[in-house]
């Protein structure tokens, strides 16, 4: 295999590239996102669970770039809020609404709820495609944890400032980053893909 094997991240989400990046290090691929086609357009996101999201944004880019495409869809189910915001974290309250904004809207909507019932996980599925947008591999990853009761931290992006992992009191952005690339559902993802992206 080439040292120069590009291998598109479908993001544009400079968090998640460099994320993606340190856990797959090891791995002989030069990761590009898609800010490197300046006329790919956008893949809506139409399906219902995270795994139809990844394989349509995988094979949607792919067929565009014509290069291997690995594209992941994550977001956070709260159980007090019956999985919400779920499939629709990155959309949650409207595509434009900032992160700050959606973490006071699932803090406001939590209030009143004691620690206990504050369960919540992230969720990561990835899909792989080929240059013709043949799906050639996905995997799923989870995080159990909870929702804190105020934003804590600096690190991470998203909704990390909320989310309390299981077994630790820190958020996922009070952490440190390469604790959090070995617990977090992406870099659990990304485990289950690494024997796949090996061969």
Do not use: W
Request: glycine share 10%.
């Amino acid at each position: 295999m080439s040292l120069a094997t590009k291998l598109l991240v479908a993001t544009r989400n400079a968090g998640k590239l460099h994320e993606l990046r340190q856990i797959l290090s090891d791995l002989p691929f030069e990761f590009i996102d898609l800010t490197f086609f300046s006329s790919i357009r956008d893949v809506a996101e139409t399906g219902v669970t995270f795994v139809e999201n990844a394989k349509i944004k995988a094979t949607g880019y792919a067929t565009q770039a014509k290069v291997l495409t690995l594209a992941d869809d994550s977001g956070l189910e709260i159980d007090a809020l019956g999985g919400a915001p779920g499939v629709f974290s990155a959309r949650y309250l409207g595509e434009s609404v900032p992160f700050p904004k959606r973490i006071e809207s699932v803090i406001t909507r939590l209030s009143g709820i004691g620690p206990l019932k504050r369960t919540a996980r992230f969720v990561c599925a990835i899909a792989m495609a080929d240059h013709e947008g043949n799906i050639l591999n996905t995997s799923i990853g989870t995080c159990e944890g909870r929702i804190a009761g105020a934003p804590r931290g600096s690190g991470g992006f998203g909704y990390d400032p909320i989310f309390i992992p299981q077994g630790y009191n820190d958020t996922f952005a009070e952490l440190d980053p390469q604790l959090k690339n070995r617990i977090s559902h992406r870099a659990r993802a990304l485990e289950a893909m690494r024997g796949y992206l090996q061969t």
